[in-house]
């Protein structure tokens, strides 16, 4: 998926997956992310804990993940841009459904 400002390895989130490692008392702790991109790809990252309230905030937005600037891109926040792209939302499952 090609989009201004990503390049053309650019691929829809699947999967995001995050854990938390507690630091010392009084300390943030630090995340560590894990992805699934469309096109099969793991990639990780550690955001800082700011970092990580803000992608939390907006998870009902389509992620898109440009591996060769390490951009996670939040499309669709509002309106529906990328409805012309075929791409949607992904469907949340659990492990009982």
């Known amino acids: 998926m090609v989009m201004p400002g990503a390049s053309e390895q650019t691929s829809q989130v699947k999967v995001l997956n ?3 490692a507690a ?6 702790g630090r995340f560590e992310v894990m992805i699934v991109t469309a096109d099969g790809q793991q990639h990780s ?3 800082s804990p700011a970092a990580m309230t803000a992608l ?4 009902d937005a389509i992620l ?3 591996p060769a600037d390490r951009t996670l891109i939040a499309a669709n926040i509002v ?3 990328l409805a012309t792209t ?3 939302r ?3 499952t659990t492990p009982d459904s």
């Open 90 to 92: 992904v469907t949340v």
């Open 79 to 81: 309106g529906t841009w």
């Open 18 to 20: 995050a854990n938390w």
């Open 56 to 59: 939390r905030a907006r998870a």
């Open 23 to 28: 630091g010392a008392d009084g300390e943030d």
């Open 64 to 66: 898109l993940w440009d």
């Open 45 to 47: 990252f550690a955001p």
């Open 86 to 88: 075929g791409v949607t």
